[in-house]
Structures are given as C-alpha cells and as structure tokens.
C-alpha cells in the first residue's frame, strides 16, 4: 500500500455514508425501526462504553432513548446496516450510561489502540457532527432557530425569510515536516507552550481565510519558528474531529538552518538528525502522538534514511 492509501486512525471510510438516503426522510424513519440497525450513543464528545468497547444500542433500545435524548444522525451503512448515533448530552453522565446500558463515557482518544479502526473512525464521526449541531442550534444570520434536517447533514433556519441552510464546519490545520537545506537529514521538531519539558513535535497551525494550505505552511512556519521554506509538498490528510479538525500532512524544505521561535506558541525549535530521534524512540519517547498524522510524517522521514 502506497503511504496515500495508508488508513490513519479517525478515517478511511469505513462506511457507506449513503449521501442519496439523507434526503429520503421516509426510508430513514423506517431504518430506525429496522432489527438490525445499530444506533452509537454519545455524551458530550464522549463514546458511552462497557466492558468491552463502546455500547452499540439496537433499533427498540434506541428508540426509548431517542424519547429523553438531542439529535439523532445517520451515519450510512455497514454492508446492509443502517448506523445511526445519538446525543444523550442533555442528561448527567450517570443518566446517560444507564440509559444506553454503559458503564461510562471515554473520550475515543484513549480508545483508539483497543478498537477495530473501523469502529474508532465511526466513533470520530458521530462525536463530531453531533458536537456541530449542539453549536450551531441557531442561525448566524438572523438568528432563529435552526433545525436538523437531511439525515443530521444539514441544519436549516426555520426563520419564515431566511432559511439559511447550515452545513457541518470543518476546520482545516497544516502539520508539517520541515527539513533542512541540503543533504544533511536533519528535521525540525518544536516544543510548544504548555508540553512537558522534553517533548518536541512537528509544527502546526490553522488555515486562515483567504490562504491555500501551501500558503498556510509558509506563513505558518515564519511566524512560528523564524523559518523560510520551499517544496511545500503534501503527505496526506487525517480527520480529527475533536472537534471539528482536519489536519494536512505537508513536507517542507527550510531555505537556511536559522530559527527564531516566537516564544509564545512555540518556546524552542531545533533540528534533530534521523540518529538522534531513533534514540529518543529507543529510550522510550514517542515520535508525536501516535494516533495522529504528524506520527507517521516522522516515521515516513525516518524510514528514508
Ligand atoms: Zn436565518
């Protein structure tokens, strides 16, 4: 498999999302009655787990719990499976468990090296749209409320002149993996405010209006780190939707070895050779997060050299 088609955790479509059965209310009210739809409860950006992973409710269950719950979304489909999810946000954390017949609520990132990918993606997915609709319950235009529509894809204004259609926001950050001129393998790694002491990882940042993702990386890695850079090349991307992220994997090559950090998001930055991040890995350090992109943007560089 090529690193383009290397699932990274949160994604790779793991279902259908079924796009044409969001605008057929009919169809959908009947799969939520259906035996063998499987409906995922969430309280407030946590997956209600048992024992064994995170609690998967059956049409009849759900249906009592809809009564007492927020939203109800369609996912799409598992082969011939209808997935729904469900916001119990609205009760205390006790409620919420009991009512889907959990134990407690976790946030999926703690889950993620337990679970089939499959299931941590799905778990992502219901987290994050279901935290959409609890922000966006009103029109930013004028202000009336809005209500769920199109499977839980859509919000619309239900003011009489508006009836602004809302759609989920997503919120696009570069990661990029900046290395130095020349032939010397060094890669820089920055630590950021608020991290431990020792722990240095790749630089990041928001895209603002108005910027491509190249155009992102750029400014981005100036203001931050004091660095200039070319062959701004992309890597690949990961749903993060915690709450409503996309990350874009970039590498870039620097166009000298001075940095300047700006001492307010990041507090130092320094190369480090492919010999010395194998030693952080063997004394038991992890190369960023290992559930997330800028992980594998290290381990693609390292493997190279
Ligand atoms: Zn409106």
Redesign the pocket.
Known sequence: MDTAERVLAYGGGWLDRAGPLRTDPTRLSALLTESTTVVLPIWRDRSLVDGDGPVRLTAERASLVRSAAGETVFLGLDGDVAVFAVDLSALTEQAAAEMAGARRSVDVRALVGRLEPGDAAVQAYARGLLHWHRQQRY?G????P?VSDGGGHVRT?T?GE???LLFPRIEPAIIVLVEAPGASGRCLLARHAGAPEDAYSTLAGFVEVGESLEDAVRREMAEEAGVTVTHVTYQGSQAWPFPAGLMVGFRATATSDEVRVDGEELLEARWFTRAELRDRVASGRTLGRVDAIDHRLLEDWLAEG
């Open positions: 029109c235009t004028c202000g009336a809005a204004c003011g508006c009836g602004r």
